[in-house]
């Protein structure tokens, strides 16, 4: 039983009183306190971290993707997403910017997959390329994005000069 004693010896005054024994009984302070952390461990949810499977490329020998297929995905500042289809010099779909919002990069990549599937009978490679002033967050949405619209093949691949031009003069780099 725990308990907490108290006593102190006579105090000289002019009465002469005596203390008494204070006795507090810390039993069910001690029960309570063993019944709340047994309570919040086991109601506590442990977050397990979370992480994307990727496959990188192992080599430098990287295949040459048709042009009718090829969905690029430029990522700039602001959270702004530049995108075409094809090769930069002849595009199917010319550049264009969205964001990530509702009409954004999701809506695009569901009607230009399946334009692509339409067309030619396969499915559509998206290649990301973010420049030097993207962040890393878009890259991860740019990934979200692709796995909710059941995106199968997809790169990310360094951005070149042709893009970065193309992103500067729509003021996105």
Same mark, same amino acid.
């Given at each position: 039983?725990?308990?907490?004693?108290?006593?102190?010896?006579?105090?000289?005054?002019?009465?002469?009183?005596?203390?008494?024994?204070?006795?507090?009984?810390?039993?069910?302070?001690?029960?309570?306190?063993?019944?709340?952390?047994?309570?919040?461990?086991?109601?506590?949810?442990?977050?397990?971290?979370?992480?994307?499977?990727?496959?990188?490329?192992?080599?430098?020998?990287?295949?040459?993707?048709?042009?009718?297929?090829?969905?690029?995905?430029? &990522?700039?500042?602001?959270?702004? $997403?530049?995108?075409?289809? #094809?090769?930069?010099?002849?595009?199917? @779909?010319? /550049? %264009?910017?969205?964001?990530?919002?509702?009409?954004?990069?999701?809506?695009?990549? &569901?009607?230009?997959?399946?334009? $692509?599937?339409?067309?030619? #009978?396969?499915?559509?490679?998206?290649? @990301?390329? /973010? %420049?030097?002033?993207?962040?890393?967050?878009?890259?991860?949405?740019?990934?979200?994005?692709?796995?909710?619209?059941?995106?199968?093949?997809?790169?990310?691949?360094?951005?070149?000069?042709?893009?970065?031009?193309?992103?500067?003069?729509?003021?996105?780099?």
């Amino acid at each position: 039983m725990a308990e907490l004693n108290s006593s102190s010896p006579r105090t000289g005054g002019a009465r002469g009183r005596k203390k008494m024994n204070v006795r507090v009984d810390l039993t069910a302070m001690v029960d309570l306190a063993f019944l709340l952390i047994t309570f919040f461990i086991m109601t506590t949810t442990l977050s397990k971290p979370k992480a994307m499977d990727i496959v990188m490329p192992v080599g430098k020998d990287q295949g040459a993707t048709a042009a009718s297929r090829s969905f690029t995905v430029c &990522l700039g500042k602001n959270n702004q $997403v530049m995108y075409y289809l #094809g090769e930069m010099q002849k595009p199917i @779909i010319t /550049p %264009s910017i969205t964001g990530f919002n509702r009409d954004g990069i999701r809506k695009t990549l &569901l009607e230009t997959s399946k334009m $692509v599937h339409d067309k030619t #009978g396969k499915s559509m490679i998206v290649l @990301i390329k /973010p %420049s030097d002033h993207s962040v890393y967050n878009n890259l991860v949405n740019v990934l979200d994005e692709l796995t909710i619209t059941n995106t199968q093949q997809y790169a990310i691949v360094n951005i070149d000069k042709h893009d970065t031009d193309i992103l500067k003069q729509k003021g996105i780099y």
